[in-house]
């Protein structure tokens, strides 16, 4: 063994100190507690043979890992399924160039729900539907811009040391979504900062506009006096209250002033499914207001 004070030069597991060796948590059943962690198992699951997935999960169970690295463009890891030997397994990965960034950014910052999926991390099925819709995939895959390398010799793709590698991996990503972003190539903070930019931007421009609703909210003409772009209620953005008021004639519903909501019923978004309750909403409130013509007589 080559010792170096950084203990990257350590080629056997019984070097590393117990406080660095990593172990699975899933002994039992899936790997992986988060929709985005077991797809990306499913992914290498769905190309490996089957004896081999095996004998990978039993590395991992059976085994300790080592020094997992992620950083953009690439994870590193070493495996150990000798008990003995640890072998470096790496993945490189395509980092998103800047019209995809932008793409991403835009995506997230035009709807609450993804960006309040993206404040507390929750990256759901809906959150990675949304982005594969406009062409960005957030989950790294086999054959789209995903390799692994592997030094153990075996001719088969993938290895045991590779099958190994993408469980531990699974498992580093249900402590940490924001990996999913760091190796395409932005970290956390870079790109809540574009997110909150790109809505500075529209809420300036909402505001600018004398507070006319989007389109579709109100008929046109209608406007709301506002002390803050409504669009930004689910992600707390904004200054003062919205206080939504009713135009003779005109049926407000407040909830569709405040944009998508970060909330889902399956895949209903509850900003409309709320909507679609305000036709019974506005009927009962008619049928229990005294009516006005009566009054003035």
């Keep these: 063994m080559r010792r170096r004070k950084n203990r990257w030069w350590i080629k056997s597991i019984h070097d590393v100190p117990e406080e660095r060796k990593i172990r699975l948590k899933a002994q039992d059943g899936p790997v992986g507690t988060s929709w985005y962690a077991r797809d990306f198992v499913r992914a290498m699951e769905a190309v490996a043979e089957k004896k081999r997935l095996a004998r990978g999960l039993d590395c991992a169970r059976n085994h300790e890992a ?30 998103f160039v800047k019209p995809e960034w932008d793409k991403l950014i835009n995506t997230i910052a035009a709807d609450a729900s993804l960006t309040g999926a993206l404040v507390s991390g929750d990256f759901s099925e809906h959150f990675v539907d949304e982005l594969r819709r ?47 972003l760091y190796i395409r190539g932005k970290s956390r903070d870079d790109v809540l900062n574009a997110v909150r930019q790109v809505k500075s931007v529209q809420t300036e421009t909402v ?25 930004g209620f689910f992600t707390c953005e904004g200054e003062g209250p919205l206080v939504p008021i009713q135009r003779e004639s005109v049926r407000v519903i407040p909830i569709k002033l405040l944009g998508r909501s970060p909330y889902y019923f399956g895949r209903e978004n509850m900003a409309d499914a709320v909507t679609e309750l305000y036709s019974s909403i506005f009927s009962y409130a008619d049928s229990i207001l005294p009516d006005e013509k009566e009054e003035e007589e």
Aim: proline letters at 8%; glycine letters at 10%.
């Design 66 to 95: 080592s020094r997992l690295v992620f950083r953009p463009g690439w994870i590193t890891i070493g495996i150990s399924c000798s008990g003995y030997t640890i072998r470096d397994v790496d993945f490189s990965v395509t980092e």
């Design 207 to 231: 505001s600018n506009s004398g507070g006319t609703p989007v389109s579709g909210f109100f008929p046109s003409g209608i406007s709301l006096p506002e002390k803050a772009a409504p669009t």
């Design 134 to 180: 406009v062409g960005i995939d957030l989950i790294p895959s086999s054959g789209q811009g995903f390799y692994c390398y592997c030094n153990c010799g075996d001719h088969h793709d993938p290895c045991i040391h590779q099958i190994a590698a993408r469980y531990f991996i699974a498992e580093a990503l249900d402590d940490d979504p924001w990996n999913l």
